[in-house]
Every structure is written in C-alpha cells, then in structure tokens.
C-alpha cells in the first residue's frame, strides 16, 4: 500500500458524491483516506454518511462571516488542520476566492455536471438538451481561479435519449459522476495523477486537452 493520501470532502448538500467515495473506499485497496467531511450547511444530509461512516465532520456557516474572503480564511484553517493532500469539491456550492484557490493548486477537484468545457456554470443538463446535443456526461477537474476552468482528469459521456428532460438527463450523469469521481481521486492517492502546468498528467502522459474520456 501506497503512503496513505488524506483527504478533506467539502459539501453543501446530500453528499451523493461523497458516498461514492466513501463506498470506494471502503473496498481497502486504496491509499485514500478520508480524514474530515466540512459542510457550509449545517442540514446538509452529507454530514449523516460521514458521521454513519466514522468520519469526522465541521460546519462552517458562511451566513456567519462578514465577507467571502473572512469565509474562506477560517475554512482553509478548518481543512489545513487535517494535514490534506488533496482537497474534494462534492457539491460545494460557494465560489472560492483566488486566495484560496492558489492555496491549494495542484491539490483541489471538483466535477461539473457537464462534458467541459461545454456549459460552464449551472443548469447544465437543460442546456445540453436546448442545445440539441448526441451526448452529455460529466468532468474531474483541477480546481483554478477560473470557474469550472481547471485541467481536465477524467470524463464521462452518456447518449441524450429521445424524451430525454433535464431531470432523466441528470439522473444518468449522476451515476456516471460516482463512477469517475473515486477513480481520480484513485488516481491522485496512488500518485499516478498530477498537475503539471497547464494540464494533467496520468501515468507520466499528458491527458490535455479533454482528460480520460469515458463512453457509457
């Protein structure tokens, strides 16, 4: 086994995503180790998978700070009193400020219910579909200072179906978000994945310009 890679899960909501790093964890046969879940919501149901899966959990308020900037210094000290090696988006849903985000270059992923970097932003699944597009899917990201704008790690693609609305169409890249997601962190934990400029690189190979590509 690998030197063990701490990792800190930030969410705001249901914490879908971090189950499925949870469950891939679980299997044992990774470095990975999640050493804290940190929420800006305090009724966010993630905090229940992490507290039911023995991990140990914050609340930050960010209603609780006079500015994004106040916010995000006391989150950075919450997450660097963890000691992480990478830092997990899974829905957190707040801008972060440049400060903070160069705090942890090279170290930070998100995923974007979108094949990036088509539909930057929100409401990506009604977009896809006004758009008239063959295929959907999602992306693992570093994390930059422009949003959703990081390198590309690992994508995943679906077929749009006739009848296809934006919630069916989100449902299937869901599933897809679960597979990918624990596969780059995966990636990262085992030392295969890192940034390097302005681009990924996987096993020593640059994964420039739209990362590993995966067809459901």
């Not at 679980?26 to 804290?36: E, H, L, S, V």
């Not at 609340?59 to 090696?85: G, M, N």
């Not at 801008?95 to 539909?119: D, E």
Request: charged share 20%; glycine share 8%.
């Amino acid at each position: 086994m690998s030197t063990p890679c701490n990792v800190v899960v930030l969410i705001s909501g249901s914490g879908s995503n971090l189950q499925a790093l949870i469950d891939d964890l679980a299997a044992g046969d990774t470095p990975a180790r999640i050493r804290a879940v940190i929420s800006n919501r305090a009724d966010a149901y993630g905090l229940v998978r992490a507290a039911n899966a023995g991990i140990p959990t914050q609340v930050l308020d960010h209603k609780a700070f006079a500015s994004r900037e106040a916010f995000d210094a006391a989150l950075q000290e919450a997450i660097d009193a963890y000691t992480p090696d990478l830092v997990v988006l899974a829905g957190f849903m707040r801008i972060l400020t440049p400060a903070f985000v160069r705090h942890y270059h090279g170290r930070m992923f998100n995923i974007h219910p979108s094949l990036l970097p088509k539909y930057k932003g929100l409401d990506t699944h009604r977009r896809a579909l006004d758009a008239g597009d063959a295929e959907h899917g999602c992306s693992v990201h570093f994390v930059t200072e422009e949003l959703d704008g990081g390198a590309l790690v690992v994508q995943a693609s679906t077929a749009v179906l006739p009848g296809d609305t934006p919630e069916s169409l989100a449902q299937r890249v869901h599933g897809l978000e679960h597979r990918i997601y624990p596969l780059a962190v995966r990636w990262f934990a085992e030392g295969r994945l890192r940034l390097e400029g302005d681009g990924a690189m996987l096993d020593g190979e640059s994964l420039l310009p739209t990362g590993r590509l995966i067809r459901s």
